[in-house]
């Protein structure tokens, strides 16, 4: 049997996730990020890869073709930002499982590792987040789904609400990123420079 801060228990137990794909995307002429190809292969594609092993998946975005199956579903009202996609997809997950990661769908370098990471990190926390080599957080993280329920406002308080308000509660160890997996996709140089 294992204590509830077991690094090992919390490392290998299930996590659903939420992939994060329903933003405006202003500076890549509107285009939906999830469609958009890396090396021959969707964003979301990539994302999927990095939570291959999650128990359920649900994307907060539009409808994209996928070899695995994902529950979509969309934010109401539409573009409410991270925060009210994040608890949009944790209302519309089935499944509810001790922890819970979300990543955005624009950041192709994250990988399974990461995710392994992240939630090994979270033992003893409320979770665990990415941080880039500038210490700056990234939308990579993994959190226990009961205490983000505790700090999560009514439906009226998601929309625009800033994550970092939403996360501020929460004790969140940070992660150093490796290699390029802190790196997102913003802007159609940002998709040259990965290599798209």
Do not use: I, N
């Not at 990539?46 to 975005?61: F, P």
């Not at 003893?124 to 880039?132: E, P, Y």
Request: with cysteine; net charge negative; aromatic share 4%.
């Amino acid at each position: 049997m294992t204590e509830p801060g077991d690094a090992r228990a919390d490392h290998d137990g299930p996590y659903c996730a939420v992939v994060l794909a329903g933003g405006v995307a202003a500076r890549l002429d509107g285009v939906d990020k999830a469609s958009v190809e890396l090396d021959g292969r969707t964003l979301l594609a990539w994302t999927l890869d990095a939570v291959v092993d999650a128990a359920e998946v649900v994307v907060v975005g539009d409808p994209v073709p996928t070899e695995r199956p994902v529950t979509f579903t969309r934010e109401d009202p539409r573009h409410g930002g991270p925060a009210a996609a994040l608890l949009t997809g944790c209302d519309a997950l089935l499944r509810r499982t001790p922890w819970l990661a979300a990543v955005a769908v624009d950041m192709p370098r994250l990988t399974f590792d990461t995710l392994r990471r992240l939630r090994s990190a979270a033992a003893g926390h409320d979770g665990a987040v990415l941080v880039d080599p500038g210490g700056r957080r990234q939308l990579a993280l993994v959190v226990a789904t009961a205490r983000l329920q505790e700090v999560r406002p009514d439906h009226e308080g998601q929309h625009h609400l800033a994550l970092h308000r939403l996360l501020a509660p929460l004790d969140l160890a940070e992660v150093a990123a490796r290699g390029e997996e802190h790196r997102d996709v913003d802007t159609w140089a940002d998709l040259r420079d990965l290599g798209g």
